[in-house]
């Protein structure tokens, strides 16, 4: 088994930080199969980074629980079962992008992934910089760096991964391909996607559940279906089934549906 | 080779200007001109070198031990976020006690032997060794930090992968301050004790009034300190290639 069913349920997080404690999660929670796509939407700054983080087992809640494929986010993540591509590429300046993509290979102590996984040099061919092994991050545009932060994060292959913004930093065209390549990997390796967003679109088209997160506190306000069949194609782009579901992401986060509660994890 | 030029003519220049000032008779007889010290070099090339042997090797035992202590005791402040401020308070402390008083009293306490040189040349080096250790384990981005956290990197991966590449700015900054330094030291070592070495020279050329020769050890010293610095800058541009990828309008 190479996937794990993710369940968030009723976790919140309180920031104590100078000034005023920061409510970033307030019973916020939200659940996905293994082997599922789920992209979670939702203004800047209402608690989607922190919810990956919490997942990550990098911050600990205050309330609730968080289960990956029935074990605790600690098991998990001691078990390298957790694959992150965070906000800003992360990569080690003083490291070539191949050394930075091997990294976690290092650290587990192998030499390469576990069984059926991609071998660094193949990654970073996957994600288009090949002839770039041995360049510095600092001699890399901003989008590289992410592409080769999710080389880096793919190598392990992870039960789960999570992806928060990856393709903020590029142009439209690389990042409709890198899209179409990380669907592609997905569902190769069978692995469970959440992928934080700010696009309506992207969201669809990538995920199975969308998560449309509200601010102040933040919470899952609605979670929407998305109807469209396996594999996604750039022509389902047009699809009306795509712009029935974009139109029920939109209202959640305008505030235009009769529901905006959020969905507890048992419902599922 | 044109930054060599650049580093070391304004000292060359400086020397220069000097002996002319010398051959003109505008220096006062306890300034020799930078020929007649050379001239000294010249006439005893083993002075020179059975002196600057015994200095140069206790700074540089000195300076190592200085450097892994104060390494080690960064690791434990960082490590131990409470007792981060009781180590950097013991390090100010030392740095300021006056070496030239104290270097007598240890000298009682430890002889005047070898061991007395290196505990005062890691005395002299200490602080700025310590504080490039300090700030460069701490320099480690929250960020990279969460990265291999996310790994269930162990303390040890951390500290190699991260926190150490970090730290070698920092550590390259407090070596070259620290180099000039111990070098100091070990001449203010000799001169509470010592039968060879230049503090030793540089003490009996005092006591003889041989102008010259004091001058010899003072430029003695300078020359081996700017050496050893040169070599430090060398290794930090191998050492940190991936630092300066930057690249500024010049
Ligand atoms: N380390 C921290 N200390 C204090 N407050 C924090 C910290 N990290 C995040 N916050 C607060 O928590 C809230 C949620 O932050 P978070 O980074 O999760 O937002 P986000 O949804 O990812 O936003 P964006 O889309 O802009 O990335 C914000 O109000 C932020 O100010
Ligand atoms: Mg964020």
């Known amino acids: 088994m190479s996937s794990r069913e993710l369940v968030i349920d009723r976790v919140s997080l309180v920031f104590h930080g100078r000034g005023d404690p920061v409510i970033a999660l307030d019973s916020a929670s939200l659940a996905l199969p293994g082997g599922g796509f789920g992209a979670i939407i939702g203004p800047s700054g209402c608690g989607k980074s922190t919810l990956l983080r919490l997942v990550a087992d990098i911050l600990r809640p205050d309330a609730g629980s968080i289960r990956l494929g029935g074990q605790t986010q600690r098991q998990a993540r001691q078990e390298h079962a957790i694959g992150f591509v965070f906000q800003q590429p992360t990569l080690l300046p003083w490291r070539s992008v191949l050394q930075n993509v091997e990294l976690p290979l290092a650290i587990v102590g192998r030499r390469s992934g576990r069984g059926g996984a991609l071998s660094p040099a193949e990654l970073i061919e996957l994600v288009g910089l090949k002839g770039f092994e041995n360049a510095l991050p600092g001699e890399l545009s901003g989008g590289m760096q992410q592409r080769a932060a999710i080389a880096r994060a793919l190598v392990l292959r992870p039960d789960i991964l999570l992806l928060d913004e990856p393709f903020g930093a590029l142009d439209e065209i690389t990042r409709q391909r890198m899209n179409l390549e990380l669907l592609r990997i997905w569902a190769e390796s069978g692995t469970t996607a959440l992928l934080v967003t700010h696009s309506i679109a992207e969201a669809v088209f990538m995920a199975d559940r969308v998560f449309v997160m509200s601010p102040r506190p933040g919470r899952v306000a609605q979670t929407v279906e998305v109807a469209l069949p396996r594999p996604r194609t750039l022509e389902m782009m047009r699809s009306p089934e795509l712009f029935a579901s974009a139109n029920e992401v939109r209202d959640g986060l305008f505030g235009r549906t009769g529901h905006p509660s959020a969905v507890n994890a048992e419902s599922w | ?250």
């Open chain 2, 1 to 250: 080779m044109r930054r060599l030029w650049v580093t070391t003519l304004p000292t060359l220049m400086l020397l220069v200007v000097l002996e002319g000032l010398k051959r003109a008779g505008a220096l006062p007889v306890f300034i020799p001109g930078p020929g007649q010290v050379l001239a000294a070099a010249w006439a005893r090339p083993q002075l020179l070198w059975d002196n600057l042997l015994p200095t140069a090797g206790t700074a540089t035992e000195g300076f190592v031990i200085a450097a892994v202590v104060t390494l080690a005791a960064a690791g434990i402040g960082t490590a131990v976020r409470r007792v981060w401020g009781a180590v950097y308070g013991l390090g100010v402390v030392l740095h300021a006690i006056p070496v030239i008083a104290t270097a007598p009293l240890l000298a009682l306490w430890l002889g005047t032997g070898a061991g007395m040189h290196v505990v005062i040349v890691a005395l002299a080096a200490q602080f700025p060794l310590l504080v490039g250790a300090m700030q460069g384990l701490a320099a480690a981005d929250a960020r990279q930090i969460e990265m291999l956290h996310c790994l269930s990197a162990s303390r040890w991966q951390m500290f190699r992968y991260l926190q150490l590449p970090s730290a070698l700015p920092f550590l390259f900054a407090g070596f070259k301050v620290a180099t000039p330094l111990a070098v100091l030291g070990a001449v203010t070592a000799e001169w509470a004790g010592a039968d060879r070495g230049i503090g030793a020279v540089m003490l009996n050329a005092l006591f003889s009034y041989d102008i010259v020769t004091v001058w010899l050890a003072v430029l003695t010293c300078c020359a081996f300190a700017g050496l050893a610095y040169a070599a430090w800058s060398l290794i930090e541009r191998s050492a940190l290639r991936w630092n300066r990828t930057v690249e500024l309008p010049t």
